[in-house]
């Protein structure tokens, strides 16, 4: 089991959600949830970390050395 955070995957500084999972996969899926939730809340801090997600997924080539260097991160981490 591996842990990141909302901040971690992009969300904003302020946020420590943690997210507990055996694949990469899994902490996305979670962090998306995360994200949709704080969306339905009008979080403005979230709100402000999703249009930068949204820039980035214009040029998809970015987004996928983005979502590359997270699941690197993820990889790397230790086992809990």
Known sequence: MKKMTC????????????????????????SMQHGKEM??????????AMQVM?????DPQEMQIWVEEKRKEFDELAEE
Do not use: V
């Open 7 to 30: 901040k971690q995957l992009g969300g904003p500084e302020t946020c420590d959600k943690e997210f507990r999972a055996e694949t990469f996969e899994e902490i996305k899926e979670m």
């Open 39 to 48: 969306f339905q809340k009008q979080d403005q801090n979230h709100l402000q």
């Open 54 to 58: 949204k820039e980035k997924m214009q």
